[in-house]
C-alpha cells in the first residue's frame, strides 16, 4: 500500500463490486505470472481435502543442557512426489519467522533405507522427494537447534522449556493444515510437571502421548514444561475450566498470596462478562516466571505462552508495568483466533499472510487489555491512567513518523521488521498498531457513549462481534466492512470515515481519545509510580521513557541512548542512536545526574554538555534545552463526563 495519505474507499455495493473486479484481475495476473514463472510451480498449493492416514510426532525435549530437541516423524505417504514444508507463516508473529535456520540433521528413510531430499530452489521451507513404490510410511529425523545465548533467548533451561510444534515439525505440502491429523508426542525431563491446551491420551515414564489432533490446532497448542511447577484454577465452578499453569525458577515464586488469586480469578470472570460468551472448551494461561527463559507473550485459541520475571508474584507492589500482559493474550482467544481478519487467515504456514487490521486485532485487544487488567483489580484506577498517560504522551510527542507513514502502513513492520532494533524509532515507528491502535479505540469508545448519553459502549461492540456462536472455536474471519457495520449495529455514524482518518491518513488525531474521556494530558517534573516502576524494572529490551518528552532520550539503565526522539533537542544536536553517555556537565553519568543537568538547564541559558561515547571515541554534544523535566500525568477535565472511570469500572 501507499505510505502516503490514501483515498477514501467508496462504500455498499460499489465497494463490493470494486473488490470483485480488484480480485478477479489479480488472479488473471497471478495466473499469467505462473504460466510464466516455474519457480511458482514446484511448491503444491494447498487443498482443502483430508490427508490420508495419522502423522506420528515424537519430540525428544529432554537435553536441558545443550537445548537440542530431537525430533522423530513417521509420515503416511504414497508412491511418486512428496513435499515436506516446515512452518514459515507463524500465528502470532504475523510474520514469515518459522526458524528454518535451526534445523538441522534432515533425514528421511523409508523400510529402513535412505531417501534422497531436495531443497527447492526458491522456498528454502519445502523439500523435495520421491517416495518409490511400495513404501507406504517415510521416516522423518531432523534436530530443532534452539538458542544458546541471551541475546537469541532460551526456549529450554535447566528448569523450565517453552516449545512450539511448528518449530519441530514437518507436514505435507498440497493440504489445509486442519485436513492434517497427527498423532503427538514428547519426552521431558526426569520429573518436570507441564501445561498444554493438548489432551493426554498416556503416559509412561517422563513420555507422554496427546490425542489425535488436526496440524493447525497442533500448532496452537504449545508447551510449557519445568522442574517446579503448579497448576492454579482460575474459574472454580465456571463452564469452561480455565488454569494458570506455572513455572518457575525456583519454588518460592511459585507462591501467590489470597488477593493475588483473587484478581488473577477476577481477569477470568471480566473478560466473558465483557464477551459474553467463550470460544474454547477449556483455556490455559502457559505462564513462566524467570530471569532466564526467553521473554514470550504469543496468543494462542485455547492457550497462551506468557512470561515474566521470576519475582512476578514476590515482588507484586513494584511491578506493575506489564501486568497487563495475561489479560492482552486472554483477550485473543476472542479478538485474532476466533475473530480474525480474513488477509490473516491462510489455509497452511506456508500461505503468505496479510496483516492490514492489525489495528483491530492487535490494537483493540491492547485497548483490552489495559481495561480488563484495571477491571480485574490487578492494576489500581491510577495506574492505568499512569500506564494511558504515557501511550499518550508518544502520540503527543514522539511519533514524528506519522508525518510520513499512516497507522496501517506499520501493520506491515512485523514483516518488514521482525521486531528487529531500529536507529530511530520515534520516526520510523515500529508496530505502532498496538498502542496507536489502542488510542484510537479508547476514541471509538468514549464516542459510542456520547452518541448513545452512556446509554452503549465499546462493551457492546465487543460482545456483538466477538460473543457471537457461544462455545464455537471455529475460526469466523471479519473485513473493515464487517467491523464498520457492526459499530454502526451500537450508534450509527460515519464509522468508515472515522476509521480512515485515523487509520489512513497522516498524522492521525490518535491523542483524541483522551480529552473525549473527560481527561487530559499534562507533564510535570514528577514521574508517576507506575513509570518510575517500569524504568527500574530489569528488562534489557525495554524502551526506558526517562527522558523522552523532555531532552528527547530513551535509554537503558546503563547509559546506552537506545532511541532518539526525531526533531527534538538531543537530535538537533547531534546525538545517535547507540551512543553510550559517559558525562554530563563534566560529571560522571547517572540517570539522578542527568536529571539535575535538565531541571537546572529550566533555569539557564546553558546547554547541557552531553560527553558521549561511540565508535571508539568520545565527543561532547551541547544540548540547547531549557524546558525541564517532562513526565506524562492524565488529570480530569472538570464538567465533563468522566468515561475514563466508567470504561474500567468492573462488570457487575
Do not use: C
Amino acid at each position: 500500500m501507499s505510505v502516503a495519505s490514501l483515498p477514501r474507499s467508496p462504500s455498499g455495493a460499489h465497494r463490493t463490486f470494486a473488490r470483485l473486479a480488484v480480485a478477479i484481475s489479480m488472479a488473471l495476473a497471478t495466473a499469467a505470472v505462473h504460466a510464466q514463472d516455474p519457480r511458482t510451480d514446484q511448491v503444491p498449493p494447498p487443498r482443502d481435502t483430508p490427508y490420508a492416514g495419522t502423522i506420528a510426532l515424537h519430540v525428544d525435549a529432554s537435553d536441558t543442557l545443550q537445548g537440542i530437541f530431537r525430533v522423530h516423524e513417521t509420515i503416511p505417504v504414497q508412491a511418486g512426489a512428496l513435499t515436506l514444508l516446515y512452518p514459515q507463516w507463524i500465528p502470532g508473529d504475523h510474520s514469515p519467522t518459522g526458524p528454518i535456520a535451526m534445523l538441522a540433521g534432515l533425514e528421511l528413510s523409508a523400510n529402513g533405507k535412505p531417501l534422497m531430499w531436495k531443497r527447492d530452489k526458491y522456498n528454502v521451507y519445502a523439500f523435495h522427494l520421491d517416495v518409490p513404490a511400495g513404501v507406504s510410511t517415510v521416516d522423518a529425523t531432523f534436530q530443532y537447534m534452539s538458542g544458546r545465548t541471551d541475546d537469541e533467548g532460551f526456549e529450554i533451561t535447566d528448569r523450565m522449556m517453552d516449545m512450539e510444534w511448528s518449530k519441530v515439525s514437518l507436514y505435507p505440502a498440497g493440504y489445509f493444515s486442519r485436513g492434517i491429523t497427527f498423532a503427538p508426542s514428547v519426552t521431558l525431563a526426569h520429573g518436570w510437571q507441564f501445561g498444554t491446551a493438548l489432551e493426554t491420551s498416556s503416559q509412561s515414564g517422563d513420555m507422554t502421548t496427546f490425542k489425535p489432533v488436526t496440524f493447525n490446532n497442533l500448532v496452537d497448542s504449545p508447551i510449557y514444561a519445568g522442574q517446579y511447577f503448579k497448576r492454579v484454577d482460575l474459574n472454580p465452578g465456571g463452564d469452561a475450566p480455565v488454569h494458570l499453569d506455572i513455572v518457575a525458577d525456583a519454588p518460592k515464586y511459585l507462591e501467590m498470596t489470597p488477593e493475588q488469586l483473587k484478581v488473577h480469578r477476577a481477569l477470568v470472570t471480566q473478560a466473558v462478562k465483557l464477551f459474553g460468551s467463550h470460544h474454547y472448551d477449556h483455556y490455559d494461561f502457559l505462564f513462566s516466571l524467570s530471569d532466564v527463559l526467553g521473554g514470550n507473550g504469543t496468543e494462542h485459541h485455547q492457550s497462551s505462552e506468557d512470561g515474566m520475571g521470576a519475582d512476578y508474584f514476590t515482588a507484586w507492589n513494584d511491578a506493575a508495568p506489564d501486568r497487563d500482559l495475561l489479560a492482552h493474550e486472554y483477550t485473543h482467544s476472542w479478538n485474532g483466533k476466533f475473530r480474525r481478519p480474513a488477509d490473516l487467515w491462510t489455509p497452511n504456514f506456508n500461505v503468505p499472510m496479510g496483516d492490514s487490521l492489525l489495528w483491530v486485532y492487535e490494537g483493540q485487544t491492547q485497548y483490552w487489555g489495559y481495561v480488563l487488567t484495571a477491571r480485574a483489580g490487578m492494576w489500581t484506577p491510577q495506574e492505568f491512567r499512569d500506564a494511558l498517560a504515557m501511550e499518550a504522551a508518544n502520540y503527543e510527542r514522539n511519533r514524528a513518523g506519522f508525518q510520513w507513514r499512516t497507522l496501517e502502513d506499520t501493520t506491515n513492520d512485523a514483516t518488514a521488521a521482525r521486531r528487529s532494533s531500529l536507529p530511530y524509532r520515534s520516526w520510523q515507528m515500529s508496530e505502532d498498531y498496538y498502542s496507536g491502535g489502542q488510542m484510537m479505540w479508547l476514541e471509538v469508545d468514549a464516542k459510542l457513549r456520547a452518541l448513545t448519553d452512556d446509554h452503549k459502549s465499546l462493551d457492546d461492540f465487543a460482545s456483538a462481534f466477538f460473543g457471537v456462536d457461544n462455545g464455537s472455536y471455529v475460526t469466523k474471519t471479519y473485513t473493515f466492512d464487517d467491523v464498520v457495520a457492526a459499530l454502526n449495529g451500537v450508534a450509527k455514524y460515519d464509522w468508515a470515515s472515522f476509521l480512515h482518518a485515523r487509520v489512513q491518513t497522516l498524522n492521525p488525531p490518535l491523542e483524541n481519545g483522551i480529552a473525549a474521556t473527560g481527561w487530559k494530558l499534562v507533564y510535570t517534573d514528577q514521574e508517576s509510580g507506575y513509570e518510575k516502576q517500569y524504568n527500574s524494572r530489569p528488562e534489557p529490551s525495554r524502551h526506558l521513557y526517562n527522558f523522552a518528552w523532555s531532552i528527547g532520550l530513551t535509554m537503558t539503565d546503563k547509559g546506552e541512548v537506545n532511541d532518539v526522539r526525531w526533531d527534538g533537542p538531543a537530535f538537533k544536536a547531534g546525538v545517535s542512536t547507540g551512543a553510550t553517555l559517559a558525562a554530563v556537565n563534566g560529571q560522571s553519568y547517572s540517570s539522578d545526574v542527568l536529571k539535575s543537568a535538565i531541571a537546572a538547564a529550566r533555569d539557564s541559558k546553558t546547554p547541557i554538555q552531553l560527553l558521549l561515547k561511540y565508535q571508539g571515541g568520545y565527543r561532547t554534544v551541547p544540548v540547547d534545552y531549557h524546558g525541564g523535566l517532562q513526565y506524562p500525568h492524565l488529570v480530569r477535565i472538570e464538567g465533563t463526563p468522566d468515561y475514563l472511570s466508567q470504561i474500567i469500572a468492573p462488570r457487575k
